[in-house]
């Protein structure tokens, strides 16, 4: 019983941890210019998110090691080095995002301007990873988190044509309004919200704090591949109820609060008050998990002692990095931007990354010398090595797509 606890509560925060501010927005704009012609990345993404953080799981679980140790001591201090700014410019563009859709949700309970909210919102992340233990954290955003569940009962509860909701997933096509290249470049976007690399990071590190070991490789995979699955489901459920009410209405997504409007429409106020506590805790939990990632990547590379296992004053430089991080990250929304047009950049600038992320992460899994027999099945290595050519692809063609579309205006 004991164990089959601790598998729901896992399954509960993968389904918390997968839909972050980048997801909600992303999946919100597409929904309501592209109705759900781009649901079909979803799937892929998920089962790509699903395939690299059961491995980096496994990594971690039979080495001992998080993955980014392992790359360093792997491929070397330059490609590592590489790897290092490419994750760490990610992350703290996710941080930044994250601490700003906590205090726009927050703004949407209280009318209090989300100003106001970035230094409760950063102090309050700070206090979380400096006092509360690791699996607490998890899993109590990741239970709150659940509360997202009302986009899918609101699909429901709006009565759509279920006709035409198929034949825009099933046969998407490119409206009229838009043109192939804008089509595109939100693909891209969705795959990297899907795939964001602090996942597999925040995941692999997140197996040493837990101290996994192989007899927790079914625990692991059955995390996986039971929670990201759900979340992409609610992934598919926001771009639906935009699809739905926001698309025929010619509203696109530009703010937090247009993003609520079906739910408002499907279920009032009480909806509403549900939307609210799954939005903050979402963002919250991704805020603590990009925020743990930041520290993670330098500690790990640098050889520091890091993990929240330890006591703050055995892991000073650790949690010194995570506290500029969230420094530097408030200052950035001081200035007055856009945190849902940073949302919208760095779920882009993620897709860019992927290779540098995911590239180690498949050669690690494949070393013996790591892994002895747990060593990926050619199965695996089949469909990693299909992913690799399609994480390339997305991130050859992102800038120039971002380019040619304005950044999909």
Request: hydrophobic share 60%; net charge neutral.
């Amino acid at each position: 019983m004991k164990k089959l606890f601790a598998v729901a509560l896992g399954v509960l925060t993968a389904i918390g941890g997968f839909l972050d501010i980048g997801d909600m927005v992303t999946n919100a704009v597409v929904g309501s210019r592209f109705g759900l012609g781009l649901a079909w990345v979803i799937p892929v993404g998920v089962l790509g998110i699903c395939l690299y953080a059961n491995m980096a799981g496994r990594v971690a679980a039979v080495s001992g090691h998080a993955t980014f140790e392992i790359i360093r001591e792997r491929l070397g201090p330059r490609v590592a080095a590489a790897n290092l700014g490419a994750s760490f410019f990610i992350n703290l563009m996710t941080v930044t995002a994250e601490i700003g859709g906590v205090a726009l949700a927050l703004q949407l309970a209280t009318d209090v301007g989300p100003l106001l909210w970035i230094p409760v919102a950063a102090f309050a992340i700070w206090i979380v990873i400096w006092r509360v233990k690791f699996s607490v954290m998890e899993n109590v955003t990741g239970i709150l988190g659940l509360c997202l569940i009302v986009f899918a009962v609101s699909v429901f509860l709006l009565q759509p044509n279920w006709t035409a909701l198929a034949d825009q997933a099933f046969t998407p096509i490119i409206p009229g309004t838009e043109s192939a290249a804008t089509y595109w470049y939100f693909a891209i976007a969705l795959f990297g919200a899907a795939m964001t690399p602090y996942e597999v990071f925040f995941f692999s590190s997140g197996a040493i704090e837990e101290r996994w070991s192989v007899d927790d490789l079914g625990t692991s995979r059955l995390n996986v591949l039971v929670g990201f699955p759900l979340g992409g489901l609610l992934s598919i459920a926001i771009a639906a109820c935009a699809a739905i009410v926001l698309m025929p209405a010619g509203i696109e997504v530009t703010s937090l609060s247009q993003i609520t409007l079906p739910v408002i429409e499907a279920g009032g106020k009480l909806a509403l008050a549900f939307v609210i506590i799954g939005i903050v805790a979402a963002t919250f939990g991704a805020a603590l998990e990009t925020t743990l990632s930041s520290g993670y990547t330098v500690a790990q590379y640098f050889g520091w002692a890091w993990g929240k296992f330890r006591r703050p004053a055995q892991a000073a430089r650790f949690h010194t990095v995570m506290l500029v991080a969230l420094l530097v990250c408030s200052a950035v929304l001081f200035t007055g931007v856009d945190p849902i047009l940073v949302t919208e950049y760095s779920v882009v600038f993620s897709a860019i990354a992927l290779p540098l992320t995911y590239l180690p992460i498949l050669i690690v899994a494949n070393d013996p010398a790591y892994m002895g027999d747990y060593v990926n099945s050619r199965l695996v290595n089949a469909v990693a090595s299909i992913y690799l050519v399609i994480i390339l692809a997305a991130s050859l063609a992102a800038i120039p797509l971002m380019i040619v579309t304005g950044a999909g205006q």
